[in-house]
T-cell receptor, first 113, second 112 residues
Framework: SQQGEEDPQALSIQEGENATMNCSYKTSINNLQWYRQNSGRGLVHLILIRSNEREKHSGRLRVTLDTSKKSSSLLITASRAADTASYFCATDGEDTGRRALTFGSGTRLQVQP | KAGVTQTPRYLIKTRGQQVTLSCSPISGHRSVSWYQQTPGQGLQFLFEYFSETQRNKGNFPGRFSGRQFSNSRSEMNVSTLELGDSALYLC???????????FGPGTRLTVL
């Protein structure tokens, strides 16, 4: 079973709108990462947030982390059709001795032009 | 720098056969991890190699094995293939930790 659960499973929005995806996890972590995957291809690292950070920005991406609730959110602002992809959170939890990434189930984002 | 490369990109095998997949990490990266991605189970960690040693292993049967060579290239082998082994197999490399892994395009394995 996966540590991370993401919600929603699928999201469809119009270009220019903001997209918010949420991730929950079960064990304590050192950091949480977000990755993007275009259909059937490899994953691309987007951003890493450490357990002692609450918010991080990178371009149009904003990530928040709430360790008390064991949850994180990824906000993509002013979305573009090219943002259409699946987004995964990944954690280095205690369950793997912090030696492997445990991925969430992913959110499929569709941005309509 | 060239990215992570995986060969072959597509593979079709039949039940009972074995398969070997190859991964070349980014130059200078010593850690290589393998993941299996299926619609039902999502992304699952298989194993990680660092400096030719398996450093960590996921919950997969012994039919799944791997190795890493002195140039950091890695191979994974699946013996006695089952239908459920059909998946996208992803390789990722990093400098030495599991932070910011760089993924290859994957090998799509279909078992008939």
């Amino acid at each position: 079973s996966q540590q991370g659960e993401e919600d929603p499973q699928a999201l469809s929005i119009q270009e220019g709108e903001n997209a918010t995806m949420n991730c929950s996890y079960k064990t304590s972590i050192n950091n949480l990462q977000w990755y993007r995957q275009n259909s059937g291809r490899g994953l691309v690292h987007l951003i890493l947030i450490r357990s002692n950070e609450r918010e991080k920005h990178s371009g149009r991406l904003r990530v928040t982390l709430d360790t008390s609730k064991k949850s994180s959110s990824l906000l993509i602002t002013a979305s573009r059709a090219a943002d259409t992809a699946s987004y995964f959170c990944a954690t280095d939890g205690e369950d793997t001795g912090r030696r492997a990434l445990t991925f969430g189930s992913g959110t499929r984002l569709q941005v309509q032009p | 720098k060239a990215g992570v490369t995986q060969t072959p990109r597509y593979l079709i095998k039949t039940r009972g056969q074995q398969v070997t997949l190859s991964c070349s990490p980014i130059s200078g990266h010593r850690s290589v991890s393998w993941y299996q991605q299926t619609p039902g189970q999502g992304l699952q960690f298989l194993f990680e190699y660092f400096s030719e040693t398996q450093r960590n292993k996921g919950n997969f049967p012994g039919r799944f094995s791997g190795r890493q060579f002195s140039n950091s290239r890695s191979e994974m082998n699946v013996s006695t293939l089952e239908l459920g082994d059909s998946a996208l197999y992803l390789c990722a490399s990093s400098l030495g930790t599991i932070n910011e892994q760089f993924f290859g395009p994957g090998t799509r394995l279909t078992v008939l």
